[in-house]
């Protein structure tokens, strides 16, 4: 099993459960201290039996028996009343407020986490901590603590109890611990790696499964759903072996603990026996002492059952954690607001950006500069830098140099919810929710009214297939919007585009694999986009983008050309060689018999 980071103390346990609790954290605390004081409360309850005992069979009617019975029914009714008090965070939905919350900061985190960052974890990852770690961490927590507490505490405090009534009694009710505390101490390193090591290999196997179903159709199509169906195989192979050893790694001191456990029983009642063999002890006490050790046997027996628990709620809250302290892209103060150009002018200043895991650079001092309106096609070999440009603009992650605008503000200077409200995107891989139609397009824009919703469906050309649609407007889309063909996906994407009405629009070669009618659609609909605002294409097809306003050649992320298609047509150079290519590709396909 791998060795993970050094483990936890209790302390810093108690401090991130309080941390991960957030607003709820007093409360809980206060839950927790109650149960501390009603595991001592029984712990004094349960000293007072032998007391008990020997009024009851000695001085049946003294006022001894009546104070001792008193005693120890106060203090068994208050620990009661505690423990009800303290599970009050569970049934008065404090918990499920906590769980809320967490979820509430951990859906937070993914919206300002830098998306570089966002599309290193895939998504079954991020599943299982939303999910799973948080009901993990939070939803045991006080039914677990009051387990060890009751383990560990009452017998404790029994034992000390117990020293001022008759000191050898409590010196061997003490003397169980000794052995089981350290026993749990150096066994605790190893639970603690067995249980991230699972949970770990969980968050694997989670994304893996997603992973797999959401590829089932292309790995069908491709015949190779049983190789990737080996590979899920093997990940549920090694949660296997990784449970094995961290079952095995927590198993063998919970049995270890419990043997010594039971024969540390019968030692105790041993030495009572020859006690009262000696005439030293009153066997009445041997007879309490023997009900309240049966008493502390189970909790204590499987206090490391528990503690196990605790373990996995610990590599929960760690895996919590770690996603919260992702830090966000770091926000600059505002520029002043004079002589600024056109809102949505778009310029590029001597930009370099490196992908966090790749070895050369995807832009190299890259400067570009857009006018407010007009549409910009980018151009270029495979992997040459198109999609990177787009990305940087809308803040996938900050280049290492150089700086992006907007209107004239340093985008880094812009709150990601401004930066959102500029740029509308139309990608080729449009998501659609299982919704309506009307509540797909309007997510663009929330406030936006019924009439305006389908004025952009209209502008975007969606009416026709919309129309055609068993419900019209409140036909839900189905799982991942199956139900529509990929133009008229593209044509809702469109209209949420025209409903956000950002001053840019980012388009990834929209018409790509399309067929001619519905290319013509989405073109018109596209067209509709480009008037008043500054529209930047990712363009494959030069055929596509014939009439953009300026066309710019990017080579190696660097600018290798820029001007009109007329205008690069006659310079020369790059753009000409792959219009030139293209234009044979599509001779080629005209000759191509049939
Ligand atoms: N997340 C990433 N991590 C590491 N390298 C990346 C990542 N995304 C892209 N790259 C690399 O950065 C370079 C530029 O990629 P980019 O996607 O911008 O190219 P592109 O011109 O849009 O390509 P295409 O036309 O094929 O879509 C490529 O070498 C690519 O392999």
């Not at 409200?421 to 663009?444: P, S």
């Amino acid at each position: 099993m791998k060795a993970g980071p050094p483990p936890t103390t209790w302390r810093a346990t108690y401090v991130r459960l309080l941390r991960g609790a957030g607003q709820q954290a007093d409360k809980l605390r206060s839950s927790l201290l109650m149960l501390l004081i009603a595991a001592a409360l029984q712990g004094l309850a349960l000293a007072c039996i032998t007391p008990i005992f020997l009024a009851i069979v000695h001085e049946p009617s003294s006022e001894q028996t009546v104070g001792w019975l008193s005693a120890f029914t106060l203090m068994a009714l208050l620990a009661t009343a505690l423990r009800w008090r303290a599970q009050g965070f569970d049934y008065c939905g404090h918990m499920a407020q906590a769980t809320h919350d967490l979820r509430m900061r951990l859906g937070a985190q993914l919206r300002r986490m830098p998306l570089e960052k966002l599309e290193d974890r895939r998504a079954g990852e991020i599943t299982t901590n939303l999910l799973g770690s948080v009901d993990e961490h939070m939803n045991y927590v006080v039914t677990v603590v009051n387990l060890i507490l009751t383990a560990v505490v009452t017998p404790l405090i029994t034992g000390a109890a117990t020293l001022f009534l008759d000191w050898r009694l409590g010196l061997a009710l003490l003397l169980l611990f000794p052995a089981i505390i350290p026993l749990y101490r150096r066994r605790r390193p190893a639970l603690d790696a067995g249980m991230r090591a699972t949970a770990q290999e969980n968050e694997r196997l989670s994304a893996e499964v997603v992973e797999y179903v959401q590829g089932l159709p292309v790995l069908r199509a491709a015949c190779c759903a049983g190789a990737v169906n080996e590979r899920l195989q093997q990940q549920f192979e090694t949660l296997e072996r990784v449970q094995r050893q961290s079952h095995r790694a927590g198993a063998k001191p919970n049995l270890l603990s419990a043997s010594i456990f039971e024969v540390g029983l019968l030692a105790v009642v041993a030495c009572g026996v020859l006690w009262v063999v000696q005439g030293t002890l009153d066997p009445v006490s041997l007879a309490a002492m023997v009900v309240v050790v049966v008493r502390f046997a189970e909790p204590l027996a499987t206090f490391i059952t528990y503690t196990t628990i605790f373990a996995l709620i610990e590599a929960a809250l760690e895996r919590i954690e770690l996603l919260l302290a992702v830090p966000p892209l770091p926000q600059m103060p505002q520029m002043p607001a004079t002589g600024r150009p056109g809102p949505a002018v778009i310029r590029f200043d001597n930009v370099s950006f490196q992908y966090a895991h790749a070895r050369t650079p995807a832009l190299r001092r890259l400067s570009l500069n857009l006018p407010a309106r007009g549409l910009t096609a980018l151009v270029g070999p495979s992997g040459s830098g198109k999609t990177t440009v787009t990305r940087l603009l809308m803040r996938y992650a900050d280049p290492q140099l150089g700086t992006i605008s907007i209107g004239g503000v340093d985008i880094r200077s812009l709150s990601a919810e401004d930066l959102n409200r500029m740029i509308a995107t139309v990608f080729q891989d449009v998501h659609l929710f299982d919704d309506t139609v009307l509540a797909n397009i309007r997510m663009a824009r929330p406030d936006a009214s019924d009439e305006q919703v389908m004025q952009a469906a209209r502008s975007a050309h969606c009416l026709d297939f919309i129309d055609r649609l068993a419900d019209g407007w409140l036909t839900r889309l189905g799982d991942a919007g199956s139900r529509l063909s990929g133009g008229e996906r593209q044509r809702i994407s469109i209209a949420r585009a025209l409903l956000k009405d950002a001053p840019i629009v980012i388009l990834d070669e929209p018409t790509a694999a399309l067929d001619t009618e519905s290319e013509l659609a989405v073109q018109a609909a596209v067209d509709t986009l480009v008037r008043e605002r500054n529209v930047i294409v990712v363009a494959h097809r030069l055929s596509t983008i014939r009439a953009a306003d300026r066309i710019l050649v990017i080579e190696n992320g660097e600018l290798a050309q820029s001007g009109t298609h007329e205008g690069l047509l006659a310079e020369g150079g790059r753009y000409r060689a792959m219009w030139q290519a293209q234009v044979k590709i599509n001779d080629w396909h005209l000759l191509e018999p049939g």
